[in-house]
């Protein structure tokens, strides 16, 4: 019964490069959502995803970070041109439902570190 | 903004003791909250939730309680342990109509001593 898998676990990329993430939720679950957590800070919501359908990216940056949940596979967040400011642990989470109010179980997170 | 905090960033006690974490929030139109614990190095674990229809909820050690007249949640942890020790967040689920992106607050670090 696994949960939600991230990976990878650590990544580190020069300024300027792509990062790429990756998460597959919880079996059984099609809703997935992306947070992003700063040093001694809590976790900050970026974007809400069914498949193939971008719900809410109300915390989405306008500009280099992207997400997708294609009909096969993981869903991906992007961040294009990286900056030293994206560092940060990015956590993925699923639930079975879309229901307000429905716990949202989270993976052990992509600890993204740029040089 | 609103958004959900927590009275103190810190709290220690003893092995056995009984241990209280509070997080203020000050969306009144938040109806669901959740606990989360979060280890070094780990993502946050789900440790307990409770709908705004309730006033109090117990897990196997753990009871939150919600005061929804002074936007209060409480975590209770009882006969507190070393393996409890880890960052605490309380987090809800604001006024967006889905109900989605969930807000949480800063986080309390719990240290157990035994």
């Known amino acids: 019964n696994a949960g939600v898998m991230q990976n990878p676990r650590h990544l580190v990329r020069r300024r300027g490069q792509e990062a790429r993430l990756r998460c597959s939720p919880m079996?059984?679950?099609?809703?997935v959502y992306w947070y992003r957590q700063l040093p001694e800070e809590g976790l900050k919501f970026m974007v809400y995803?069914?498949?193939?359908?971008?719900?809410?990216e109300s915390g989405m940056p306008k500009e280099r970070f992207s997400a997708e949940f294609p009909k096969e596979g993981p869903s991906i967040l992007r961040i294009q041109q990286v900056v030293r400011g994206d560092s940060a642990a990015y956590f993925c989470?699923?639930?079975?439902?879309?229901?307000?109010?429905?716990?949202?179980?989270f993976g052990p997170g992509t600890r993204l570190t740029v040089l | 903004g609103e958004s959900v905090g927590l009275h103190l960033p810190t709290l220690s006690v003893q092995e056995g003791d009984n241990s209280i974490i509070n997080c203020a929030y000050s969306?009144?139109?938040?109806?669901?909250f959740i606990w989360y614990k979060q280890e070094s190095g780990k993502g946050p674990q789900f440790i307990i939730d409770?709908?705004?229809?309730?006033d109090k909820r117990q897990g196997q050690r753990v009871t939150v309680l919600l005061n929804k007249t002074v936007k209060h949640l409480s975590l209770q942890i009882a006969a507190t342990q070393p393996g409890d020790s880890a960052v605490y967040f309380c987090?809800?689920?604001?006024?967006?109509?889905?109900?989605?992106?969930?807000?949480f607050g800063k986080g309390t670090t719990l240290s157990v001593s035994s």
């Open positions: 989470a699923s639930s079975p439902t879309k229901v307000r109010g429905d716990t949202q179980y």
């Open positions: 079996k059984g679950h099609s809703h």
């Open positions: 995803l069914q498949k193939e359908n971008i719900i809410d």
């Open positions: 969306n009144s139109a938040s109806d669901y």
């Open positions: 409770i709908r705004s229809n309730m």
């Open positions: 987090a809800e689920n604001g006024a967006n109509q889905a109900g989605t992106a969930l807000i």
